[in-house]
């Protein structure tokens, strides 16, 4: 059986609130996502393509002509809020060439709105949960070897409702899942305007997060908390370094949690004298000078800390309750032992007002990260502030449920309208970049820090970018091979 795995491109992504420097420099990183579900299917005996339409920067010309020239028995595509329009445009290509082949979608936005989804004319199947198990349920009903009722983890709309006959089983043990299909992908491609070199790769070392924070879909959708072991990471990160990737960025919500598993992993990378640099995610609230320190001799070089907010009053709001003199000893500790810092920041949250904002800025120059990461508050589906919202009035109506029945290329990312407009937010936003980025003496320690030629070119390029910052677009024009107002079975919701 022939399975191809589509990750879409993302011409018609659906605005955010990240400037368009950041974006268009972001750079591309795998789709950990679908290249698990294709390990899986490998180990299995399957046969698996993958096609990053992404890092291959594919136009619809050329994604067309990939499909058109394909061979599978089943197509699966990743899915995202933000690229609902394109994997539906992908979709209804593979429709077009090949009408008798089954589509199913999984991913984030398949964990929120599976019924929604499954409606979609051209979508045969849903994964709403953790696929690993889930997709080799649907490959042997496909395939024959299973009946529809003993399917797990998958959905489909038939006979006018939807049947989903039960979750798939949660992987507790994830030393047992093998190490992602990098190899399916070009990997060389991927990198990051961060890196320090040119080939970067992602890692999962664990699933869930314990944190609740107000503005995260995480506690609702992926509470508990599951780790690898170190001896399965660092197996798959010397593997990687045999295929000549040295650079990884640890893609964990919170990489830290468990801190002895951490001091593992780093006595394991020394140990095997892996010549590795690597970056993760975590909280000040999950960090000691003694882990950060282990961390920098096994060759981290960058952490990113989602402080989000510069008053104790915002902190409390956004159920994060970080204590501000603890950021910045964490900030000061990790810039002691020579790894770079990034700053998350959110503006615009539940009674903010200018001044808190302004208080914000104050505090990023005073904990003074390498990078700070600012944008307005977002309030995506299933997260306690969007609930809160629809709750108080202050959010008018269900607008994610809307789009997921109907995607609209004019669809625009709301922001938390009780204080700021956009247009306000938005300045507000690439104000805090200027004056962050541009003081003197981030500029110098900036140079300071360049290596070689290749950073050279990053660091223009990014500072260019920050002189003459523009928000990027609310809305994209749709290629006009999908038009959506010809979709009337997508518009209207059956019950």
Same mark, same amino acid.
Request: proline share 5%; net charge negative; hydrophobic share 35%.
């Given at each position: 059986?022939?399975?191809?795995?589509?990750?879409?491109?993302?011409?018609?992504?659906?605005?955010?609130?990240?400037?368009?420097?950041?974006?268009?420099?972001?750079?591309?990183?795998?789709?950990?996502?679908?290249?698990?579900?294709?390990?899986?299917?490998?180990?299995?005996?399957?046969?698996?393509?993958?096609?990053?339409?992404?890092?291959?920067?594919?136009?619809?010309?050329?994604?067309?002509?990939?499909?058109?020239?394909?061979?599978?028995?089943?197509?699966?595509?990743?899915?995202?809020?933000?690229?609902?329009?394109?994997?539906?445009?992908?979709?209804?290509?593979?429709?077009?060439?090949?009408?008798?082949?089954?589509?199913?979608?999984?991913?984030?936005?398949?964990?929120?709105?599976?019924?929604?989804?499954?409606?979609?004319?051209?979508?045969?199947?849903?994964?709403?949960?953790?696929?690993?198990?889930?997709?080799?349920?649907?490959?042997?009903?496909?395939?024959?070897?299973?009946?529809?009722? /003993?399917?797990?983890?998958?959905?489909?709309?038939?006979?006018?409702?939807?049947?989903?006959?039960?979750?798939?089983?949660?992987?507790?043990?994830?030393?047992?899942?093998?190490?992602?299909?990098?190899?399916?992908?070009?990997?060389?491609?991927?990198?990051?305007?961060?890196?320090?070199?040119?080939?970067?790769?992602?890692?999962?070392?664990?699933?869930?997060?314990?944190?609740?924070?107000?503005?995260?879909?995480?506690?609702?959708?992926?509470?508990?908390?599951?780790?690898?072991?170190?001896?399965?990471?660092?197996?798959?990160?010397?593997?990687?370094?045999?295929?000549?990737?040295?650079?990884?960025?640890?893609?964990?919500?919170?990489?830290?949690?468990?801190?002895?598993?951490?001091?593992?992993?780093?006595?394991?990378?020394?140990?095997?004298?892996?010549?590795?640099?690597?970056?993760?995610?975590?909280?000040?609230?999950?960090?000691?000078?003694?882990?950060?320190?282990?961390?920098?001799?096994?060759?981290?070089?960058?952490?990113?800390?989602?402080?989000?907010?510069?008053?104790?009053?915002?902190?409390?709001?956004?159920?994060?309750?970080?204590?501000?003199?603890?950021?910045?000893?964490?900030?000061?500790?990790?810039?002691?032992?020579?790894?770079?810092?990034?700053?998350?920041?959110?503006?615009?949250?539940?009674?903010?007002?200018?001044?808190?904002?302004?208080?914000?800025?104050?505090?990023?120059?005073?904990?003074?990260?390498?990078?700070?990461?600012?944008?307005?508050?977002?309030?995506?589906?299933?997260?306690?502030?969007?609930?809160?919202?629809?709750?108080?009035?202050?959010?008018?109506? /269900?607008?994610?449920?809307?789009?997921?029945?109907?995607? *609209?290329?004019?669809?625009?990312?709301?922001?938390?309208?009780?204080?700021?407009?956009? /247009?306000?937010?938005?300045?507000?936003?690439?104000?805090?970049?200027?004056?962050?980025?541009?003081?003197?003496?981030?500029?110098?320690? *900036?140079?300071?820090?360049?290596?070689?030629?290749?950073?050279?070119?990053?660091?223009?390029?990014?500072?260019?970018?920050?002189?003459?910052?523009?928000?990027?677009?609310?809305?994209?024009?749709?290629?006009?091979?999908?038009?959506?107002?010809?979709?009337?079975?997508?518009?209207?919701?059956?019950?």
């Amino acid at each position: 059986m022939k399975i191809l795995l589509i990750n879409p491109p993302r011409h018609n992504e659906i605005g955010g609130s990240t400037p368009a420097v950041l974006e268009k420099n972001r750079g591309f990183n795998p789709p950990l996502g679908i290249l698990f579900i294709a390990a899986v299917l490998e180990k299995e005996g399957y046969d698996v393509r993958v096609i990053d339409c992404q890092v291959e920067e594919y136009d619809y010309d050329q994604v067309e002509e990939v499909v058109r020239e394909a061979e599978y028995d089943l197509i699966g595509l990743t899915v995202m809020t933000f690229s609902l329009i394109d994997s539906s445009m992908v979709t209804e290509l593979a429709k077009k060439h090949h009408p008798d082949k089954p589509v199913v979608w999984g991913g984030p936005h398949l964990h929120i709105y599976p019924r929604e989804t499954a409606q979609f004319p051209d979508v045969d199947y849903v994964c709403p949960s953790e696929g690993e198990e889930a997709i080799l349920n649907l490959v042997e009903h496909i395939d024959g070897k299973r009946d529809w009722v /003993d399917v797990k983890g998958i959905g489909k709309w038939q006979d006018d409702r939807y049947q989903f006959n039960a979750a798939a089983e949660v992987v507790q043990d994830l030393d047992s899942l093998p190490f992602v299909a990098r190899h399916l992908t070009p990997y060389h491609k991927y990198g990051s305007i961060l890196a320090k070199g040119q080939t970067v790769t992602t890692l999962f070392t664990s699933r869930g997060c314990p944190y609740k924070c107000a503005f995260c879909d995480r506690p609702q959708l992926r509470p508990n908390f599951r780790a690898r072991s170190a001896m399965s990471v660092v197996a798959e990160i010397e593997a990687c370094y045999e295929m000549g990737i040295d650079e990884f960025i640890i893609y964990d919500d919170t990489f830290t949690v468990d801190k002895k598993r951490v001091h593992a992993i780093c006595d394991e990378i020394i140990d095997r004298e892996l010549k590795i640099y690597w970056d993760c995610r975590t909280s000040v609230n999950a960090m000691d000078e003694e882990l950060i320190e282990h961390m920098s001799r096994a060759g981290c070089v960058g952490i990113h800390y989602g402080v989000e907010a510069g008053t104790e009053k915002i902190q409390k709001v956004l159920n994060k309750n970080l204590r501000l003199d603890k950021v910045k000893d964490i900030f000061r500790i990790t810039r002691k032992h020579g790894i770079k810092s990034m700053a998350y920041f959110i503006l615009g949250n539940p009674t903010e007002t200018r001044e808190d904002i302004e208080e914000g800025f104050r505090f990023l120059k005073k904990i003074d990260p390498d990078f700070v990461h600012l944008t307005s508050l977002t309030p995506f589906p299933a997260t306690e502030i969007y609930i809160q919202g629809l709750r108080d009035g202050v959010i008018k109506t /269900d607008y994610w449920r809307e789009l997921a029945i109907n995607p *609209r290329s004019d669809f625009e990312t709301p922001h938390w309208p009780e204080i700021f407009t956009r /247009d306000e937010l938005n300045k507000l936003i690439i104000r805090g970049y200027r004056t962050f980025y541009l003081r003197p003496k981030y500029i110098l320690r *900036r140079i300071r820090q360049i290596r070689s030629f290749h950073e050279l070119q990053k660091n223009i390029r990014f500072g260019i970018g920050v002189v003459f910052m523009k928000m990027r677009g609310a809305s994209s024009k749709v290629d006009s091979l999908f038009d959506f107002k010809n979709k009337d079975s997508i518009r209207i919701l059956r019950t």
